[in-house]
Every structure is written in structure tokens, then in C-alpha cells.
């Protein structure tokens, strides 16, 4: 048996997102459908799906590999918004925001903005928790780093690693 990694509601349908596949639950037919990693082919095998979020009517699929959209003939790796080793994908106010590793991406149907993230301390790091507060203001927390926000398009630190410790 295997560990559940993400799970999202989407009209009639629940998807399951598990390290080696993804799962699609019709709650009106029952009808339930698999899609594999292996799909992808034999060189990412060693890859893990992290996460599952749907945007825009589109189901898209975080992996430690990148960014991959499903469609209805599989796994298609997005162009853009690169970014690897993603821990999260979730749709909030009309946007994708992505995490992982490196930082914050938040994209929409026309723009992508990124943030990097722990570069004052850090070569890399991981982005653990994502939440929006009432004043439009995107609260980050990181694993080394501490308690970032993103206001007006700038990221700022409000604790550094010395005082936050995520272990």
C-alpha cells in the first residue's frame, strides 16, 4: 500500500495523487480511472509525483521532475513555469501557484512570476506551506529559512532561519 500525497475535488471528480500515479474517482458513475507513471516512459522512473492541483478547467500534476499537465491521452510536461522538485500546486484568486525547492511560482493564463526563495541564506531550500490572508498578502514558509510574504509583487523575510525551526 502506498501513502496518499495530495488529493483535489474538481466538479464530479476526486483525483488521488499517489508517488507512482494518479487516480480519478467519478462520484456520480463510480467510474474510476488510472493513470501510471510508467506512462512517461522508462527514464523517469526514479521520479515521484508530489502533488495535484486543477486550474482552469486542466489538471496539473507536480512532480520532482517538473510540471506535467493530464489530458485525456496522458502526462504533457508543461513549457511553461519550469521549475523542479515541486512539493505543491494548488489554484487560489485565478492563479497556479506552484512550490518546491527553489522558491514560489505564481502563474495565470498570460503572466509567471517567481520568487526565489532562501537565496539570502541559503544555495536552496524548501517552500512547506502556502496561505493568503485577507489583505491580498501571500504568506510562505519555509524549511530553513523561516516566515516570508509576498505583498505587492516583492517577497520579504520576516523571520530567518536562526529563530525558526521547522524540525
Known sequence: SQSIKD?????????VCFADKVMKYNTLTGEKQTYLKGELGSEFYNF???????YQNEVYVGTSNGLY???????????????QKIESVEEFDGSLWITGVDG???MDSSTETFW???ALFLSSNQVVGLAKGEDETV???????????????????MEDY???SWN
Open 104 to 106: 514560489v511560482l505564481q
Open 48 to 54: 515521484q509525483f508530489k502533488s495535484i492541483g486543477c
Open 162 to 164: 536562526s529563530r525558526v
Open 116 to 118: 526565489e526563495c532562501g
Open 139 to 157: 504568506w510562505v514558509t519555509e524549511r530553513n529559512t523561516g516566515l516570508c510574504k509576498i505583498a505587492d509583487g516583492k517577497l520579504s523575510y
Open 69 to 83: 499537465q493530464l489530458t485525456a491521452a496522458g502526462f504533457v510536461e508543461c513549457k511553461r513555469g519550469y521549475m
Open 7 to 15: 488529493i483535489e475535488v474538481h466538479g464530479d471528480n476526486v483525483w
